[in-house]
């Protein structure tokens, strides 16, 4: 089975400066890895993906997240933050085949301050 | 294009009494999820629908949950007897590629049980 953890629970951060928002993720097979936000009572909306190939991912936003296969991590950062960022993200993943469902994290809360 | 449809988007309830959660998914959307996303957690899958059979319900309390999907767009959950710890934001969410699982999701219904 797969497991995310999301080492952050909340992430303060002054406007403009940059952000890393931390995932890892247990899994004995190859997975897919995703990142979604959630901005205050809205579902959720995927922010970038990694599906193959450039473990540098490039998202909506402005945002990025690098794959790193050794370490287990799938960070997401993005380098100049706006108030407009602050919301709930969430990491997720699944195995790369088969019929298995998103395992997400806890959550991480941006909140940027002006 | 119309996004996943959700309603309704509050409920309050007593326990041990029924609900029902109504989703209209994107058009042409063949998988729908639904999600129960408690406070301070990421989302757990409860159900998925692979136009009106269900692939996976190993994570719904079936003594009290149900869903169906009937005609393979629309699905209703419904929860019989509520109880406490079912106070949750219940998410839809719905898929065109199972395989890369770029998943939409919509507003959710926000659930408290008094």
């Known amino acids: 089975a797969q497991s995310v953890t999301q080492l952050d629970s909340q992430v303060p951060v002054f406007e403009e400066a940059p952000v890393e928002l931390r995932c890892n993720y247990s899994s004995s097979v190859s997975v897919y890895l995703f990142w979604y936000v959630q901005y205050p009572n809205q579902g959720l909306q995927l922010l970038l993906k990694y599906l193959s190939g450039s473990t540098l991912v490039k998202g909506i936003n402005g945002f990025e997240a690098e794959f790193n296969k050794s370490q287990t991590s799938f960070h997401l950062r993005k380098p100049s933050v706006h108030i407009s960022d602050t919301a709930e993200y969430f990491c997720?993943?699944?195995?790369?085949?088969?019929?298995?469902?998103?395992?997400f994290g806890k959550g991480t809360r941006l909140s940027v301050i002006a | 294009e119309a996004g996943v449809a959700q309603s309704p988007r509050y409920k309050i309830i007593e326990k041990r009494q029924s609900v029902a959660f109504w989703c209209n998914p994107i058009?042409?959307?063949?998988?729908l999820y639904w999600y129960q996303q408690i406070l301070g957690q990421g989302p757990k899958l409860l159900i998925q629908f692979q136009n009106n059979g269900v692939v996976d319900d190993s994570q719904l309390p079936k003594d009290r949950f149900s869903a169906e999907r009937l005609k393979g767009v629309d699905s209703t959950l419904k929860i019989q007897p509520a109880k406490l710890e079912d106070s949750a934001v219940y998410l839809c969410a719905s898929t065109m590629d199972l395989r890369t699982d770029t998943q939409y999701f919509g507003p959710g219904t926000r659930l408290t049980v008094l």
């Open positions: 058009s042409g959307h063949a998988t």
């Open positions: 997720a993943v699944r195995r790369n085949s088969g019929n298995t469902p998103l395992v």
